[in-house]
């Protein structure tokens, strides 16, 4: 009731509800990896073998020269965006919206859903749903192109390339001796070293890691919620 009356009370239920949960996905995303390596073939083959990999759209080529020509606006990924879906940041993020010369629309990359979008910068990689479909992509991502999602699930891939330590080996190997940014190439993309289970196993891993970002986050969000009633509390006892 005291929660209640303070407005925050169904919140702060909903939130614990939610992160009580019985099932630990984090744990449920290991035990799928080791039924991955116990049962079935495991195929290894390049990422390029498998996709189609783009450079994202360079915006100076494609902007307006001026005010007075037409343009087209299109939402834009951002790499905001990519940190919140993948988890790293939990902050909210504006949409953003690119103005391109209406002559020039069919030149930009947009995206398709099921795609993976990877930051060159961030290293981080996402998966597109229907909802951020034909947005701009820019030339600090990269887009893959998964050309058959019956080999390679693009959600198994996203834990992969974010998660697994086989796959950040190949990723340090390949920037290794750079003093700046450490940027990664498509040449380093396409050659990605993949090791792909069933297909069956790799949905049921990419499932369990984007189940296992959401959790994590309300539970970050219910640690707040904590603090900010704790404060609550200690403010009332002056």
Request: hydrophobic share 35%; with cysteine.
């Amino acid at each position: 009731d005291r929660l209640r009356s303070r407005g925050l009370g169904d919140v702060y239920k909903r939130q614990y509800l939610y992160c009580t949960f019985s099932i630990d996905f984090l744990s449920l995303l290991n035990y799928a990896i080791y039924v991955s390596c116990k049962g079935g073939k495991t195929m290894s083959t390049k990422l390029s073998d498998l996709s189609e990999i783009s450079l994202g759209t360079i915006l100076t080529r494609v902007k307006p020269k001026s005010e007075l020509q037409s343009f087209k606006q299109i939402s834009t990924i951002s790499m905001q965006e990519l940190s919140y879906i993948c988890g790293k940041d939990d902050s909210s993020f504006d949409e953003i919206i690119s103005k391109i010369d209406i002559e020039k629309v069919d030149k930009c990359l947009l995206t398709k859903e099921n795609d993976i979008v990877i930051g060159l910068s961030s290293q981080m990689a996402m998966v597109i749903t229907k909802e951020r479909a034909n947005s701009l992509l820019l030339s600090n991502f990269c887009l893959v192109r998964v050309n058959d999602t019956n080999l390679l699930d693009p959600y198994y891939f996203a834990w992969l390339f974010n998660e697994n330590s086989i796959m950040k080996h190949q990723l340090t190997s390949s920037t290794q001796g750079q003093s700046y940014v450490k940027m990664i190439t498509l040449d380093v993309i396409r050659d990605l070293e993949l090791d792909l289970p069933p297909i069956n196993k790799q949905i049921l891993i990419g499932k369990i890691y984007y189940q296992s970002i959401r959790k994590n986050r309300y539970e970050r969000r219910l640690i707040e919620l904590k603090q900010l009633l704790l404060n609550k509390k200690l403010e009332n006892i002056l």
